[in-house]
């Protein structure tokens, strides 16, 4: 079975940069689209990119365009997430999740989670 698990969060000052890693266990990501969320307090879960199973197709929310770099890399399992030049209203605990090949930028229809690393650009 499919598990995913989120790295890279962390504390930093507004205009850094952090790498978040997705690397999955139990099966390989080839066949898999990943998406990257993220959920602040009293918000709803937010779709910040995607990539496709084939890497082929990637698609970013207007909030991030321009400074968030997704990736992945087959022989390590693993997608990332670059963020560059963070903002506060970046702050929140960010989830990647995996789809069928596709890349959404919605919830729906994504078929496992991880648990999520939190990211904290303070104001």
């Known amino acids: 079975q499919l598990q995913l698990v989120e790295s890279g969060g962390g504390l930093v000052q507004p205009g850094g940069s952090l790498r978040l890693a997705c690397t999955a266990s139990?099966?390989?990501?080839?066949?898999?689209?990943i998406g990257w969320f993220r959920q602040a307090p009293g918000k709803e879960r937010e779709g910040v990119s995607c990539?496709?199973?084939?890497?082929?197709?990637?698609r970013y929310a207007d909030s991030v365009k321009g400074r968030f770099t997704i990736s992945r890399d087959y022989a390590k399992n693993t997608v990332y997430l670059q963020m560059n030049s963070l903002k506060p209203e970046d702050t929140a605990v960010y989830y990647c999740?995996?789809?069928?090949?596709?890349?959404?930028?919605?919830?729906?229809?994504?078929?496992?989670w991880g648990r999520g690393t939190q990211v904290t650009v303070p104001s």
């Open positions: 139990g099966s390989p990501l080839d066949d898999y689209g």
């Open positions: 990539i496709s199973g084939l890497g082929n197709i990637i």
């Open positions: 999740a995996a789809v069928f090949r596709l890349c959404l930028l919605g919830p729906s229809g994504y078929i496992s």
